[in-house]
């Protein structure tokens, strides 16, 4: 009985690592599944300059080829004494083929010896269903980037990222931790209200 109460959504992402959390945050009401469901479905040029564009970009791409909600996440690191960068291109700082290992060590190289240390995470979700745009939610939290990586948990700039009010980065955080603060928390929990009031 339980199983037939369960929604499906496909997260247009090929990042597990963001798979995995959007499963941990929205639990066992929903069986997420990623783009791994959809082989053949081509590279999806991420060219808007904003994550919203890219979002959409991400969403549309995937929701003719799925039967049901579709959601893309876009999200980044915004760093004030980079103004704003690396931002939509926090995946590539280094370079398109670059390794998060690299794009982190940019970023502290990027930073050696700046007293302005603030920067957000931001994460934009587009929503689509029936190959048609419905809208997007948003998320953010505040923070600094520390001077060195500290922490296994998370993924990419976690071990770099100190949210506001705490001394720890995120991944030095557990899972649930990370999630309350997260950008990606934010915006997922106003998703799933959402969801929740039009099925
Ligand atoms: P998809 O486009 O397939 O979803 P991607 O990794 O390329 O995967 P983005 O273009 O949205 O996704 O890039 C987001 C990058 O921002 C991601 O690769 C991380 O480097 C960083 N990022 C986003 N959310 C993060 C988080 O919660 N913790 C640490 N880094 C994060």
């Not at 919203?52 to 876009?74: I, Q």
């Not at 240390?117 to 929503?127: N, T």
């Amino acid at each position: 009985m339980t199983e037939v109460s369960k929604q499906r959504l496909l997260l247009a992402t090929r990042n597990a690592h963001k798979t995995r959390e959007v499963r941990e945050i929205l639990g066992a009401d929903w069986i997420v599944e990623d783009l791994s469901v959809l082989p053949d479905l081509p590279e999806i040029e991420e060219t808007g300059e904003t994550f919203e564009e890219n979002a959409k970009l991400k969403a549309l791409a995937a929701a003719p080829h799925y039967d049901g909600w579709v959601l893309a996440d876009d999200s980044g690191l915004e760093v004030d004494a980079l103004g704003g960068a690396p931002g939509v291109r926090s995946a590539r700082f280094a370079g398109d083929a670059a390794t998060m290992e690299e794009n982190r060590a940019l970023l502290g190289e990027k930073l050696r010896g700046e007293k302005n240390r603030a920067g957000r995470f931001r994460c934009v979700l587009a929503l689509a269903k029936s190959g048609a745009f419905v809208r997007t939610f948003s998320g953010a939290v505040e923070g600094s980037i520390a001077g060195e990586e500290s922490g296994q948990g998370g993924f990419g700039y976690d071990p770099l990222f100190v949210p506001e009010g705490e001394t720890r980065t995120f991944a030095e955080m557990g899972p649930e931790e990370k999630h309350a603060l997260s950008h990606r928390g934010r915006a997922l929990r106003a998703a799933a209200d959402f969801l929740r009031s039009v099925s």
